[in-house]
């Protein structure tokens, strides 16, 4: 069976400082891997997500993640973080084949940016 | 496009009532998914259908259903509805081809049972 572990509940940090959210899946298949953010009171929106090719993914609001096969990682960084990055992100995997639309979320990494 | 839209927003039951809701996809989304928040267990998936038929259908018990019009348009059923079906229920949409595509999230229903 899939799960994700999303490795911090929460993760503070000042405006303008560089931030890692990790999270590591295990999978027995080959599996697709998103990034998602929920802002307060609204639905997820897909930050990534890696399907094949380059490990490096590069996302939207400045954000990008690495996916690491052997250590079975795909932790979200971005150099410089903005007060507005502060919401909860979800790391998420899906099924390469069969899965269809079914993903398997992470329990979330709540990210608090301070001024 | 519209985004994904989801109706009603927020929603107050009591216990062993049932609840319907619904979800509008995305123009040209085939695939709709279901998928329960809360903060204990976090975000799960209920179901997807596609094309009118449920393809995918995640640990829930019976009372939990759903179907899906030849519009593509998606309601959910809840029944006998207990305390801890409080929760936020998202709809995602896609254009459901293969696991890559990407989900659309609507805004959710609040569903609070008291």
């Known amino acids: 069976a899939q799960s994700v572990t999303q490795l911090d509940s929460q993760v503070p940090v000042f405006e303008e400082a560089p931030v890692e959210l990790r999270c590591n899946y295990s999978?027995?298949?080959?599996?697709?891997l998103f990034w998602y953010v929920q802002y307060p009171n609204q639905g997820l929106q897909l930050l990534l997500k890696?399907?094949?090719?380059?490990?490096l993914v590069k996302g939207i609001n400045g954000f990008e993640a690495e996916f690491n096969k052997s250590q079975t990682s795909f932790h979200l960084r971005k150099p410089s973080v903005h007060i507005s990055d502060t919401a909860e992100y979800f790391c998420a995997v899906s099924l390469f084949s069969g899965g269809y639309n079914k993903l398997i979320f992470g329990a979330g990494t709540r990210l608090a940016v301070h001024p | 496009k519209a985004g994904v839209t989801q109706t009603p927003r927020y929603l107050i039951k009591t216990r062993g009532q049932q609840v319907t809701l619904s979800c509008s996809p995305i123009?040209?989304?085939?695939?709709v998914s279901w998928y329960q928040q809360t903060p204990g267990q976090g975000l799960q998936f209920l179901f997807e259908?596609?094309?009118?038929?449920?393809?995918n259908k995640g640990n829930f018990p019976g009372r939990f259903s759903g179907r899906q019009f030849s519009n593509s348009r998606s309601e959910m059923n809840v029944s006998t509805l207990e305390l801890g079906d409080s929760a936020l229920y998202l709809c995602a949409s896609s254009s459901g081809e293969t696991s890559a595509n990407e989900q659309f999230f609507g805004p959710g229903t609040r569903l609070t049972v008291l």
């Open positions: 999978s027995s298949v080959s599996v697709y």
């Open positions: 123009s040209g989304h085939r695939s």
């Open positions: 890696y399907l094949s090719g380059s490990t």
């Open positions: 259908y596609f094309s009118e038929t449920q393809r």
